[in-house]
C-alpha cells in the first residue's frame, strides 16, 4: 500500500468512532443566507449529504438576510427597523416569502444532485419542508408595530421527527405561521434555537464566517462553557454577526441542547473536520465539560478496541477478542471526549480474598498528563470500596512507577489470589503491585 493510501485507510479507521457516535442522533444545521452564498457552500452541500449517507438525522434551518436585501435594493424600497430589527409591513413580507421560497427551492435542488462525477452520485436525498413553525406576532413596542414580524411560537418537533425517522433532511425556513392564517418573518437564530430545542437535538451547529471564538490574541478557543460564551458575546455589539451567533449557542445550550458547534462555512471540509476528528476546527460550547468519566456501555467496545489496539500490539497490554470485550465490558471504566474513548481502565473483583484486579489501564498519547488515568483510578478505587474489596493490584510490564506514584507497593505472586496465580503469564515477566484501599 503506497504511502497516501496507508494514510487514508488510517484517516478512515479512525473516524469509525465518531461515525458509530453520530449515527441516528439529531443536529441541527443553522445556515445563514450568507453561507448559502459563499463559494465554499456547494462543499458544504456535499457535507451535508455524507452525513445523511451516515445516518444523521439532520435539520437544515435556513436564513435569507443577504437575499432579503438584495431583493429590496433592487426594487429600491427600503425598509424601516426598531431595536435593529426589521418591521416587516405587507410589502417586505411579498419580498421575504419571494426570497425564502426562491432558497427554499435551490437548496432541495442542491440536495438533489447527483452527477456522477460527484460525491453526491446516487445519494437519493428526500428533502421535506412544511409548516412546523407557528408563530406570533413580535407586537407593539414604543408605539412601534411590528407588523409580520414574528416571534415562534411552538414548533412541530412530533412532525419533523417523522420525517427524519425516514431519513429524509427537513428544511425549515425563517417563516412562522399562525392559527389566524397569516406568515410571520421570524430571525434565523430563534428558529434555529427552537427547533433544537423542540427536536432534543444532540447538536445544534452554526455555519459561521469566522473560523470559531478566538481569544484577545487571535487564538481560536477550542472549547468554551456556557458562562465563558456569555462574557465573549458581552465584549461584543449585536450588530456584530459573531454577538448573533454567540448568543444563539449560549440560548439552545441554556435551553437543553448539549453541544452547540460554531464552524467556518469559508473553510473547506470545517463541518467533516469538527466531527470527525478528535479535536475539530471550531467552537464547542456545551452545558458542561464534554469530557465525562463513566461505567462503559456496549456502545464503546469499538472505541476501547481503538485505544488499546496499539498497547495489544507492542505488547504493553494483553491481546483481548471483541467478544471477551463485550462479556466483560461493564468492568470497564472510560473517558469520553466528544464522544470518542480516549481512556479506559478496568475492574476484575476477585471473590476469595476481596481482591479486584486493576487492568488495562490506558489514556490515549494524545491525551496524556493530564491526570485522566489517576481519575479513573480514583473511580475504580471508589468501585472497588462500594463492592467490599479490600485491596486492588495490578499486573504491569511498562508503568511500574506510575502505579508506584499512584500509592501501591510491590509484592510477589504468592499474595495474589489462588484462581490469578494460576493463570500468571511466567513469559510476561509483568511486575506485580498492591495497593490496599
Ligand atoms: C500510564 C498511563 C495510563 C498514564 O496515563 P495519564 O493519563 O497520562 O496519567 P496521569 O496524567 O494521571 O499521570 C501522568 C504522569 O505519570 C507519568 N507517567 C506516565 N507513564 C509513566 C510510566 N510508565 N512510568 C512512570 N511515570 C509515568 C507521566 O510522566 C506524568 O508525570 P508528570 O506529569 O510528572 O510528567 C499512560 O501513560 C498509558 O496509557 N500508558 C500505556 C499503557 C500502560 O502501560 N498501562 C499500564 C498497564 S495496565
Known amino acids: 500500500m503506497n504511502v497516501n493510501k496507508k494514510e487514508y485507510v488510517n484517516w478512515f479507521r479512525h473516524s469509525s ?17 450568507s453561507a448559502i452564498r459563499d463559494a465554499n457552500f456547494d462543499n458544504i452541500i456535499h457535507d451535508v449529504t455524507l452525513l445523511n449517507s451516515l445516518g444523521v438525522r439532520l435539520v437544515i434551518v435556513f436564513g435569507c438576510r443577504p437575499q432579503i436585501e438584495e431583493r429590496l435594493h433592487k426594487q ?41 462525477n460527484s460525491p453526491m452520485h446516487m445519494a437519493h436525498i428526500n428533502v421535506v419542508s412544511g409548516n412546523y413553525v407557528t408563530a406570533k406576532p413580535k407586537g407593539i413596542f414604543n408605539g412601534i408595530d411590528y407588523q409580520h414580524t414574528g416571534q415562534v411560537r411552538k414548533i412541530n418537533g412530533a412532525a419533523i421527527k417523522q420525517h427524519l425517522d425516514t431519513s429524509s433532511i427537513v428544511l ?14 421570524l430571525p434565523l437564530e430563534e428558529v434555529a434555537i427552537e427547533a433544537a430545542q423542540h427536536l432534543v437535538a444532540d447538536k445544534l451547529i452554526i455555519l459561521s464566517s469566522s473560523e470559531g471564538v478566538c481569544d484577545d490574541s487571535g487564538n481560536l478557543l477550542r472549547e468554551l462553557s456556557l458562562v465563558e460564551g456569555r462574557s465573549f458575546q458581552e465584549k461584543l455589539t449585536p450588530q456584530d454577526e459573531l454577538y448573533r451567533t454567540l448568543h444563539a449557542a449560549c440560548q439552545a445550550v441554556n435551553s437543553g441542547v448539549k453541544r452547540c458547534h460554531i464552524v467556518s462555512y469559508k473553510h473547506d471540509g470545517a463541518l467533516i473536520e469538527e466531527l470527525f476528528t478528535r479535536d475539530g476546527v471550531g467552537t464547542l460550547l456545551g452545558q458542561d465539560k464534554y469530557e465525562t468519566i463513566r461505567v462503559a456501555t456496549i456502545e464503546d467496545v469499538g472505541g476501547i478496541l481503538e485505544l488499546i489496539a496499539p498497547l495489544e500490539k507492542d505488547g504493553i497490554l494483553v491481546k483481548r477478542s471483541r467478544e471477551l470485550l463485550e462479556s466483560e465490558i461493564t468492568q470497564f471504566t472510560v473517558v469520553e471526549r466528544d464522544g470518542a474513548i480516549i481512556a ?37 478505587e471508589n468501585q472497588a470500596r462500594n463492592a467490599k474489596l479490600q485491596q486492588l493490584f495490578v499486573l504491569t510490564t511498562q508503568a511500574s512507577h ?36
Open 402 to 437: 506510575w502505579f508506584i506514584e499512584q500509592g501501591f507497593t510491590p509484592t510477589d505472586l504468592a499474595q495474589l489470589p489462588a484462581q490469578k496465580q494460576q493463570i500468571y503469564n511466567l513469559q510476561r515477566n509483568s511486575k506485580i503491585f498492591i495497593k490496599q484501599l
Open 17 to 33: 468512532p465518531y461515525i458509530n457516535a453520530h449515527r441516528g442522533k439529531v443536529f441541527v444545521l443553522m445556515i445563514s443566507g
Open 76 to 116: 429600491e424600497i427600503t425598509s424601516a427597523f426598531h431595536r435593529a430589527i426589521r418591521i416587516t409591513d405587507n410589502t417586505i413580507l411579498s419580498i421575504v416569502k419571494e426570497a425564502v421560497g426562491a432558497l427554499q427551492i435551490e437548496l432541495a435542488a442542491k440536495l438533489s444532485m447527483g452527477l456522477a
Open 172 to 185: 425549515v425556513a425563517p417563516l412562522g405561521y399562525s392559527p389566524t392564517g397569516e406568515v410571520f418573518n
Open 344 to 380: 479506559c481502565a478496568a475492574l476484575y473483583p476477585y471473590d476469595d480474598n476481596q481482591s479486584g484486579e486493576l487492568a488495562c489501564v490506558v489514556t490515549h498519547p494524545d491525551y496524556r498528563k493530564g491526570k485522566r488515568a489517576a481519575n479513573l483510578l480514583m473511580h475504580i
